[in-house]
């Protein structure tokens, strides 16, 4: 295993010169009259040519070995929306036993100005460095003389002591890049795992075997000296409804995974399922405090005293433990001392308040595991080796009667089985005591869905009275929950209701089950309002869309490169009956509509009617996916679209005499 | 222009104190809780003047968080710099029954850099902490001493620092020696201080307490207008190194002028040939100055870089013009010492900028107000301001960044109170004509022209610049229609003293009309809708609105040849009260359908009473802003 792990398919002509690293200041006419319709005809500043280096070297003078990276590049900058390009932040990493230094700093801005190139070289005492937070250095400069048309150039050199993740290349930027290559040198003692993640790739790539690249104690060590190049790259832009920006960033990341020591010896970084499956049920931090159970043996009759099948202990011993620990808002998968403390201070991190929750489960004989999982704004998790760093979260997973449950206890007004937004991300680990692990989709685990319900009655003066009726559940009654919450009553939740609401008056209100969560909160608010009408010459037009009516479609956007990722499906009807003030037919209204999105993905039915002196509308929309393909996008805006030409329509009664 | 160029380096939070150890939250008296969502138990602030190089702030103080809205009232956030020390942090955490659950202390804080965006430097840094607690009610207690090696700015005290925070009990105590000369400004405070004075020293304390929470009512004027507060100002000052006294504005930008800003003005002797020769032909001041300034913003950009004397001094003209950016003082300083080498006299004025207008107490000097600085020129009477941060900002336009305020002018004469222009009503225009066609189908297609000026010239300037994909994303924002297209977009901008933009579009709005059993429904007002206001009852707050502006649009139709010619339901309205006045009138003469509409809102204070008046204003503009035609089709 001399040679580097490539994930990915090689299949490139190698018919390319790979560029060393280009020289500083030779700007050229071309880089001058460069077009930006080439690449971006929106593009603020281009990168023209960027090259970088990162390779394991000795350090005599503090005798380690550390990663150097070395970075350069070119920017034309085109206006001046393009001028915070010449504002540099490099940020570096701090702890009290190591640090990444940033030396031999240069940089200069050239202005071709009557015929010749001007260059205004930053001066070093324009280098700042600021002490961002306790792990972060910021090192700061900006360039001087930016005009229209600028090009800028500017390289640096880092010292690294983190060789683990060796040194990741962002081929894309906020800017377009015309030129982007990554030349790295990995010493054939050290193997990586590499991964390019994007949409983009790769131009092209060659790897060859440099003799003799570093000495220690005198032997000489051969490295692979591997290029990694990307041309005409697309700005980066990021889009409403998408999760972890990095999942999407094309990037080359390193992971190391091994080591082979001198001595003989073979370190081992990252490893096998296999091997992690042992490591996290022996490690003292998770798996130790999945078993637990004696913690939990004198309360546990107190808590099943009213359970007599599984699933309803189940549901008892989350409640329990939501009441008993309160999560501290930190992410971990590891307990940060032990759960017992967690238990004795009623507060804990995520894996403490769910390890408890496991062992807790277990202790009342049900088949419980943990999951280990990334959040959605961590990105998505390496499928395909174990990448411990990825994952950052833990939930339990129980499995009753053949049926299992995700269950996550940091959400105090979460019911069971639906897990937080949060951990709604690709897949998961199951990690159990004594099978290996697996991998599991993470769903919501319930279903999210809103229904309106009014009755209620049109006055001669025109104004309609009556009663709503709101029933939420899943996401939905989690997130009015919270908000309710927010407040010192409900009462002061619906005044603030109340004044968003600026044409509706909420006389009267009730909110049932908000602490129940089991069960669907239940709003009930009696009110009045105008709904906008005419009324000529005995015809009654009024627009019955007044309860959440779509009114902007939130799929605008003429091309969409990344999924639509909307966390959960769902499900909301509106159903309203309101008598009217004697008898009526009616003249016109919306049309009663049923459409839908491919492959089932969703639907919406509209149906109105009067009979007699009743006017009545029931409206359906469906979300029947989490997320859509961007493919589906066209679908999606066509489908609000339609929605909305819909709800312009008026309803038109006419009295019948 | 919208960077924020804040540059004084100081941020205090006087909030203070108690003495009281029972944290049980059911002892909070139910008027306290109301509309409350963190509760001020208790706050001792102490500041104690042992000399100007050496002030001791002491702060106890006890804040019950009632639920999650109230959390960050729970955070403790301390800024420091060189001249500022922070000696000792102490705190704990008390649950609802007032039981103690938690100790903390100066580790357990967070501490970063205080700058903020893009700062090339920033001397300040910032300690933070929130304890994290999801069980409402809780209680945090904090102790913590500071040491200030200046007393240019003395710590000011605001008891009751927002709406939604109610407090029991606070007090201020302020020791000095009984020599010390001071000058103080109490706002909204009842009664005397309790003042006791020996040999060695002379305190004063001023209490508080039971100041009810107030629920927040929209266009209200800023609170720092009216809330409590008391604010102290030392004759004889230090500061970094340097001594001074005041006891008024003349003596404060006196001290501005001679200690901060003289002597940074020499320029390169090629820079002067280049401005002596760029203003040789221009025979007015006033063109010589708008040369000079084009130069300038064609020279530089904004880069916030706060050194220099605590950020007050600016960098020198010289390095500006070597390096081609600076900081707002730097950009001024340099742009002074442009129209210098010109002879035209311009002043250094120090002003609160901000969209909400601030102006400098004319009553109270301090060092604390003001965190921007512009230049103004009197140009013998017609005065002309310019901002100097922004590089496409016309000539002698200062926006709402920087309108109608009081500010501090720096002369060599000593400090003057200023007040910059106001943009008027009249000022904020946006005048538009569109020529629309409605097919059968419904799909509406056309031209759009609207001017903006004054605040809403503001508004749309952003725009001009940005590419083009960027800026159809940004309309169809801003005219918030489903399924809108923007053909061509284009810009065209009279940077004048008054500057304007004017936006032409065509654009194409398929199935705007909607079709419906044989009718066509057609909501007029395609582009302008004016929102509703909360309706807010039993209002107590002045009404404020800050700045006026006039809309005026004009639409015309081509109806489709299947529509049959109904009349019009009378729909025209015309409305006029002290907040405004407004008028739509719609017009049908064969197929061409005119729609015409114009909304004035005035600015000023109006009594609390008259908010229902303005809610029922707008009210019935927005109803009649959704008014929609419903024509019936050829069979």
Redesign the interface.
Known sequence: MKKILLLFILSFSLATSYAQNFNFGAITLDDVEFDRNKID????AVVLKEFGTASIQLNDSKGITELIFEYHVKIKIY???G??QA?I?IPTYKDGTREELISTIRASTFNYENGRFVE?VM?KK?I?T?????YTV?T???L????DGSIIEYSYRLESPNLFNFKKWEFQSDIPKVYSEYLVYVPAMYNYNVSLRGFYKLSDTKSEVAKECMRISGTPIDCSKIWYIMKNIPAFIEEDYMTAASNFKSAIYFELSEQQMLSGGNQKYTKTWKDIDYELTSEKSLGSQMKRKDLFKDVMPAILKNSTDDLSKAKAIYEYIKKQI?????YGKYSEDNIKKALDMH?GNVADVNLSLISALSAANLDAEAVILSTRDNGVVNKLYPVMSDFNYLIAKVNINGTSYLLDATEPLAPFGLLPLRCVNDQGRVINLKKPSYWIDMVAGRKTSTSYIMQGKLGIDGKIKGTIITHSTGYAALTKR?EI????SPD?YVEKL???L??IKILKQEIQNIDSVENALTETYEVEFSP?A?A?EGDL?F?PFFINPV???PF??NVRTYPVDLGAASDERVTINIALPGKYTI?????DLAIGLPNAGGKYVLKTLVEDDVFSFSQILQFNKAIYEAEEYPYLKEF??KI???E???V?LKQTK | MKSTTIFFSLLFFAITAFSQDNYDADLIPSNL?????ATIRNEETTVDMRAPDNVILNVKKAVTV????GEEKARLVLFYDKSTLIKSIKGEVYNAAGILTKKFNQGNF????A?DG?S???DD?VKHYLP????YPYTVVYNYEIRYKQNLIIPEWIPQPADDISVEKGSYTFICKPSDELRIKTQNFQGKPEETINDKQKVMVWKINNLFAVKPEPFSPDRATYQTAVKIAAKDFIYYDHKGRYKNWQELGKWNYEDLLKNRKTLPPTTIQTITGLVAAEKTDKDKARKIYEYMQ??T?Y?SVQVGIGGFQPASAAEVD????GDCKALVNYTQSLLDVAGIESYYCVVEAGSKKVSFDPGFADMIQGNHVILCMPLKGDTTWLECTD??IPFGFLSTFTDDRIVLACTKDGGKLLKTPKLTAADNFQIRSANLNILANGDVSGKMTTTFAGSQYDDNEEII??????QK?LL?GIY?I??IYFNTINYNQKKSLNPEVTENLSLDIP?Y??L????L?L?VNAFNVQP?????RNRTKPVYISRGSTDEDTIIYNLPETIQTNLL?DSDKSLKTIFGEYTCKTVLEGKKLTYHRKLVINDGTFPPESYSDFYNFI?EV??AD?L?L?FSLKK
């Open positions: 005809s929106n593009a603020n206006n001046k929306e001028y915070k504002n932040i205004s001066d324009a700042f600021e002490n961002r937070s306790k910021l700061k400069f900006t001087p003389n930016i005009k309160k999560w501290n808002n930190y507060s919270k919450k927010k407040y010192n002061e109340d004044d968003r600026a044409k906008v005419n000529t037009y627009n009114t902007k479609n605008n956007l003249n016109e209204k919306p049309k609000y679209s909305i030409q819909n312009k329509a008026d038109s | 809780k109301n509309r409350a969502n009632l639920n999650k809205n967070s501490d970063e850099s700058a893009f090339l430097f920033v840094r994290s607690e999801n069980v064609k020279k950009r880069i070597m390096l081609g950016y590089q496409k610049d940005k590419p083009l994909t960027e994303k169809s918030d489903d399924n199935h009309a909607g419906n059993n044989n009718k429904f909501k509703n206001i909360p309706e807010v339901p009210n927005n109803t959704n929609k419903i």
